[in-house]
């Protein structure tokens, strides 16, 4: 059972480009959630999914970011018109439907935007 | 607003002491308190976790010690080991199912021979 996939690893990107990250849960996980980690920071929220819907986006800057997570396929981070302040880890993670104890990350895709 | 305040920022401990992390909140609706470790180039890896009901829970060489009153849990590592070393995170969150959790900044272990 492969833990939560995310691709690319490392993605490097122009100021004024996109960038697209994607994550594949962990099999029978429906519930997705994206962090960002800066440097000496800890872990901040971004966005909570479930298939096809939004759960909770209270962590998503409103302009240039969005998150989906379609029925099939990977759960995908878009950040559209990149700046340097984007530069950044950016993990994913899964949960089974119900869960209450915790969810299992990925192992990040890093963006530096130059 | 940091919800979650942890420290010290970095610890260096020697082989087969204590190591203790510190975290503290301020909002009495979480429910839950995980702690992660995380390696270098690694998403973070649940190693702990507890629930208000309960004051202590041991497992292996780790205890998380949860003072409900003070609002404060800490993460204590018996018998440190240099493959501890990493960086350990406090979290919190509400609600029976889970959802967002909220961080801590971090505390760098680092644990020498």
């Known amino acids: 059972n492969a833990g939560v996939m995310q691709n690319p690893r490392h993605l490097v990107r122009r100021r004024g480009q996109e960038a697209r990250l994607r994550c594949s849960p962990m099999?029978?996980?429906?519930?997705v959630y994206w962090y960002r980690q800066l440097p000496e920071e800890g872990l901040k929220f971004m966005v909570y999914l479930q298939k096809e819907n939004i759960i909770d986006e209270s962590g998503m800057p409103k302009e240039r970011f969005s998150a989906e997570f379609p029925k099939e396929g990977p759960s995908i981070l878009r950040i559209q018109q990149v700046v340097r302040g984007d530069s950044a880890a950016y993990f994913c993670?899964?949960?089974?439907?119900?869960?209450?104890?915790?969810?299992?990350f990925g192992s990040g895709t890093r963006l530096t935007v130059v | 607003q940091q919800q979650v305040k942890q420290s010290p920022q970095s610890l260096i401990v020697q082989k087969g002491g204590i190591s203790i992390i510190n975290c503290a909140y301020e909002?009495?609706?979480?429910?839950?308190f995980p702690w992660y470790q995380q390696f270098p180039g690694k998403g973070p890896a649940l190693l702990i976790a507890?629930?208000?009901?309960?004051s202590e829970k041991k497992e292996g060489r780790f205890t998380i010690s949860f003072n409900k009153s003070a609002k404060q849990f800490s993460l204590h590592i018996m018998d440190s080991q240099p493959g501890d070393s990493a960086t350990y995170f406090c979290a919190a969150s509400r609600g029976s199912t889970l959802g967002r959790l909220y961080f801590g900044r971090g505390t760098q272990l680092t644990v020498w021979p």
């Open positions: 993670a899964s949960s089974p439907e119900g869960n209450n104890y915790g969810y299992t």
């Open positions: 099999k029978g996980h429906s519930h």
């Open positions: 909002n009495t609706a979480f429910d839950y």
């Open positions: 507890i629930r208000p009901d309960v």
